[in-house]
């Protein structure tokens, strides 16, 4: 059989709102869902809402939740058992660290982070030269490994009569890597990488304490607050906030830059956003170049008044 399996992100229970996207770009296939571990009943409703013909809960001996090595062996296990011809997945932190796995073991090409797939004629569209380009690259391959960027594809209802396959995969755990101690980020931030709305800061915001005003705003629309490479370099905020070339690519349905100058590598990180709103007191700011809506102002006015409406 020929089938297309993506790789399910779970978090708190709920399906990943970035998987459902990753389930809607394989649109038109039969569609094998793979989760790892999880109790996958929790997760059946939503995923056969968005297409899933076939749950593969995938288990195996060991602690499968922990080792990227062993998870990884065990979905290209499933990916044999079940003859997949293609396996999508997420450009998460996940999805960087089992797609890699995965396609050594199967001896496959990888494409990631990718903006669009079309798994009929084995194509992918990629972002190239910082943003400036796409590609559109043919991949010659047995079976199609390919992620894609968070909200590049909007998620689409497409109910499915599903049911749930048992899969215990025929691995062990290669012993490479130990895992010491698991350490979760505190509180509920959002990620940036996933986050359907980023608000950032650039050199402008000042202080790492007028991040807090940022903050606010975001918390009002749910978004995740993002920082330029200037503002991080400046000490305002960590690296892990970062959006730009030596940062974070995010794609988020609104981007929203406060006192971002616009810089070409900036631009890269965040280009495939679908509307992006400047505010700069300098109107000749590069970034009103590249904007949607731009807003000549002060964003320790125009940001509190933002926040107060919303």
Do not use: W
Not at 15 to 22: Q, R, Y
Not at 179 to 186: D, F, L, M, S
């Amino acid at each position: 059989m020929a089938g297309t399996g993506i790789l399910i992100e779970i978090e708190n229970n709920m399906v990943k709102e970035a998987s459902l996207g990753v389930m809607t770009a394989a649109k038109g296939q039969e569609k094998y869902a793979l989760v790892l571990g999880q109790e996958a009943s929790s997760v059946k409703e939503k995923l056969g809402e968005y297409g899933a013909a076939h749950i593969l809960h995938i288990t195996a001996p060991g602690n499968l939740s922990a080792n990227p090595d062993l998870q990884a062996l065990a979905v290209a296990d499933a990916v044999k058992e079940y003859q997949l011809d293609t396996l999508l997945g997420t450009a998460s932190a996940m999805g960087k660290d089992m797609f890699a796995r995965i396609a050594a073991i199967l001896e496959e090409p990888l494409v990631s982070d990718c903006v669009a797939v079309n798994i009929k004629d084995r194509t992918v569209k990629k972002s190239h030269f910082s943003g400036k380009t796409f590609a559109t690259l043919k991949i010659n391959c047995s079976c199609l490994l390919c992620t894609l960027r968070p909200n590049s594809t909007e998620p689409e209802p497409s109910p499915t009569a599903c049911d749930i396959i048992e899969f215990e995969a025929r691995v062990a755990d290669p012993g490479l890597i130990k895992i010491v101690e698991t350490r979760k980020a505190g509180g509920a931030r959002l990620d940036l990488t996933e986050a359907p709305i980023v608000i950032t800061g650039g050199r402008a915001i000042k202080s790492a304490e007028n991040y807090k005003m940022l903050e606010a705003c975001a918390q009002k629309i749910g978004a995740a607050v993002g920082a330029s490479r200037a503002a991080v370099d400046a000490g305002y905020a960590p690296h892990s906030m970062q959006v730009g070339q030596t940062g974070k690519t995010v794609s988020p349905k609104l981007y929203i830059a406060c006192g971002v100058s616009g810089a070409v590598q900036h631009f890269a990180g965040m280009k495939t956003s679908k509307v992006i709103v400047a505010i700069n007191e300098d109107k000749d700011a590069p970034i009103f170049s590249k904007c949607d809506y731009g807003i000549i102002g002060d964003i320790f006015k125009i940001i509190p008044a933002l926040t107060e409406k919303l």
